[in-house]
């Protein structure tokens, strides 16, 4: 018996500190964000994209991070059908920027820099097909750029290992208001404290040159 109890205390703790263990009732939004016709938009999946999102939103350059679901079969996915593996979908954050001010170049490297690239199906501590690493491309030169990223930092740093996805974008679904600048109004949150800013600002400590000002 005393052993069931553990087992139940420490799946309890670990989905506090799940991006999965945050429950609310479902209800879609459309985002406030009108992009004007300089703005371009970039869409990457590299875990829990409370995490994502933040990273982004840090860049100089980008006007907007939205948080949704991309990648799947599934028409109209929601966090609780994405939460079964089963729609196909990854946690996805589209990257509104402004091309004068930050290349596609450069979010890609914000992309491999911010998350571990070599993991299959997730994303420490948050695992499942719906955590895995994407990286979408809309065009044949976002698709190179990718390519290229992917090949010298295999033959430099991960020895091939790298697990990425490189997949053409065809549908993106924005995530529940809820799940908008998740980590900026819910810093006390459990996830958050202990995952979401940790990374975040493991993240500013590698590229402080490619960071707003504050």
């Known amino acids: 018996m005393k052993i069931i109890k553990s087992v139940f205390a420490i799946s309890a703790v670990l989905l506090l500190i799940s ?29 829990c994209f409370w995490c994502v999102e933040a990273i982004f939103e840090s860049v100089v350059g980008v006007e907007e991070a939205v948080s949704g679901y991309a990648g799947g079969f599934t028409k109209n996915p929601t966090y609780q059908t994405i939460g079964t593996g089963k729609t196909g979908h990854a946690e996805t954050v589209a990257v509104y920027y402004n091309p004068k001010k930050v290349s596609f170049e450069t979010l890609v490297t914000v992309f491999f820099g911010s998350h571990d690239p070599t993991t299959v199906n997730g994303q420490k501590p948050d695992y499942g097909t719906q955590y895995r690493s994407i990286a979408f491309y809309e065009t044949n030169d976002e698709k190179a750029i990718i390519e290229k990223a992917i090949s010298k930092l295999n033959k430099e740093v991960y020895h091939g290992k790298i697990a990425t996805e490189v997949t053409k974008i065809s549908a993106f679904y924005e995530a529940e208001e809820y799940h908008q600048n998740f980590e900026k109004r819910n810093p006390n949150q459990g996830y958050v404290k202990a995952v979401s800013i940790p990374r975040l600002n493991r993240f500013k400590k590698k590229f402080p040159e490619l960071l707003k000002k504050e």
């Open 19 to 47: 991006c999965l263990g945050f429950s609310k009732k479902e209800t879609i939004s459309t985002s406030t964000y009108i992009p004007s016709d300089k703005i371009k938009v970039a869409y990457f999946a590299s875990g």
